[in-house]
């Protein structure tokens, strides 16, 4: 074995030594056929349908295995916020940056809607997607909400709309409606494992025998004459060399731009687009969404206009003094109503190197989110709410994405001496030596309805995929590969703990020091 792809395996023979490049002498390293960057949508899936046809698979997360789920402070430790007072990040423009940081990515705090969008425009380009959108549906369960779930609240605010003209229909979610308890904080994790996450695919990744690294960020590629041959992570013990035939980075809108540009790709990041949203609430004398799961309906005929409406109320106290402030603290969630106004807004901002953020709503935002703010105030005052009493909120964004980084970027000279870094991104795609690109929404819930990001990496596993080895599943199937787990031929290859037992809720483990 030789050539570049094996430039980080270590070798015990004396024969062989292992020489580290230059710039990661000192550090620790290890070799794997695939490392995913990032658990998330993307992630997951690819991770879980690599391991399933006998890839060796390192994920590596930034954030933390999620053991407690439901309340603010079990979300506090996952979501990208200040450490004690809890306040979430914002772009240098003020904007509210929503982002989870944990197995499963921001899917473990989203809402759970799974609807498509953009399968006109897909076709357009040539991309019959589906087989691959029929497949997630499939997996996931995605069905619109029951009815039984919807409180009379929700019940109230359609038939308010449709004295408008607003159609409010039941939003498709990925929700098993018999688990569900109705607690209306689906964007604090779910206590209940009734929604379907990505954290389910990282566990049967693991499973079939991918392991984990959590609490480690990724720094940048490490490239190699033109070929990434793997990443460099931070952790708890410090730096760490992750070598790989194939890295594919999945770390969400805003992560994986940054890790790109400090890998030398000069035009990641540009072009961020984050489906922005504000709330507008109004108080009632008894009516409230507390007994519902969130964004229950949604309207959808105003995509043409780049928005949607959906019912919608930040049920933790602190949740809305951070998006409204005090008016928003005094607000009492027993008595409160309100609207989710959802724009496909302009992809006007930009991911910076140090993982900062600039971004702030385009005149033709404001003017989308002015007029679904006006809708929704029209329909909280018809369905019984106080007109004194209507508040909107801040504007903020959940589901960031970006083109800058799809691909075609070269490294500025100063960073690789001018040399490019091979990135193919056919869909998502990559070969041994190469980088691949798999980055997603959570399950969607972006303007005009988005599809959840699981149906990406399901597709782009196809390209990345490997033969079945002896004692594996066989491809396309969903047996467990093996009873007994499985022993790496690497002994000083970084492992995780235990696989946990409750699907998609406790992913415990954590990566262990890699022996020298």
Not at 188 to 201: F, I
Not at 314 to 332: F, Q, Y
Not at 468 to 477: I, K, L, V
Not at 490 to 495: D, Y
Request: charged share 25%; glycine share 14%; proline share 7%.
């Amino acid at each position: 074995m030789g050539g570049r792809t094996t430039t980080l395996l270590m070798r015990r023979s004396s024969k062989y030594r292992w020489r580290p490049p230059r710039e990661v002498v000192g550090l620790r390293a290890e070799k794997h056929e695939y490392v995913v960057v990032g658990s998330g949508a993307g992630g997951a899936t690819l991770a879980r349908e690599l391991a399933r046809r006998g890839a060796d698979v390192l994920v590596v997360e930034g954030g933390p295995p999620a053991f407690r789920l439901g309340t603010f402070a079990d979300a506090a430790r996952i979501y990208d916020a200040s450490p004690v007072l809890h306040m979430p990040a914002r772009s240098r423009e003020g904007v509210i940056l929503w982002r989870a940081l944990a197995a499963g990515g921001s899917t473990v705090v989203a809402c759970g809607n799974m609807t498509r969008c953009l399968e006109r425009e897909l076709s357009g380009l040539g991309l019959d997607l589906q087989a691959e959108l029929a497949e997630v549906e499939s997996e996931t369960g995605a069905a619109p909400i029951a009815e039984s779930l919807l409180s009379e609240a929700s019940q109230t605010l359609r038939a308010a709309a449709a004295e408008v003209g607003v159609v409010l229909e039941p939003m498709p979610k990925v929700i098993d409606a018999g688990a569900c308890k109705a607690c209306g904080v689906c964007t604090l994790g779910c206590a209940h494992d009734a929604k379907w996450t990505a954290a389910r695919y990282l566990l049967q990744a693991q499973r079939w025998g991918a392991r984990v690294l959590y609490r480690h960020k990724v720094e940048r590629v490490v490239v190699r004459q033109g070929s990434a041959v793997g990443v460099v992570a931070t952790g708890p013990e410090g730096e760490v060399i992750l070598g790989a035939s194939t890295v594919i980075v999945a770390a969400g809108g805003l992560g994986t731009p940054a890790i790109l540009l400090r890998s030398g790709l000069a035009r990641a990041g540009e072009g961020l687009f984050m489906d922005l949203l504000i709330n507008t609430y109004g108080v009632t004398r008894g009516l409230n969404q507390l007994h519902e799961p969130a964004m229950a309906l949604v309207a959808r005929q105003f995509r043409e206009e780049g928005f949607i409406l959906s019912p919608y109320v930040n049920v933790p106290r602190r949740v809305r003094l951070i998006e409204a402030g005090t008016a928003g603290l005094r607000l009492r969630p027993g008595r409160l109503l309100g609207i989710m106004t959802k724009i496909a807004d302009d992809p006007s901002g930009r991911v910076l190197a140090d993982g900062s953020v600039s971004k702030r709503p385009t005149p033709a935002d404001r003017a989308r989110l002015e007029r679904g703010s006006g809708l929704a105030r029209e329909i909280l005052v018809r369905a019984g709410a106080d007109p004194h009493s209507i508040q909107v909120s801040a504007v903020q964004g959940a589901h960031p994405g970006d083109g800058g980084h799809r691909g075609g970027g070269r490294p500025r000279p100063a960073d690789r001496g001018g040399q490019p870094l091979r990135v193919r991104c056919r869909r998502v795609a990559g070969s041994p030596g190469n980088a691949a690109h798999a980055d997603d929404h959570g399950p969607g819930q972006a303007a005009g309805g988005a599809v959840g990001g699981e149906s990406t990496g399901g597709l782009s596993a196809r390209l990345l995929t490997t033969p079945a080895r002896p004692g594996r599943a066989p491809r396309g199937t969903d047996a467990p590969p093996r009873d007994r787990p499985r022993r790496s031929r690497r002994p000083w290859a970084g492992a995780v703990g235990p696989v946990p037992r409750c699907p998609g809720r406790a992913l415990a483990g954590r990566g262990t020091r890699p022996r020298r």
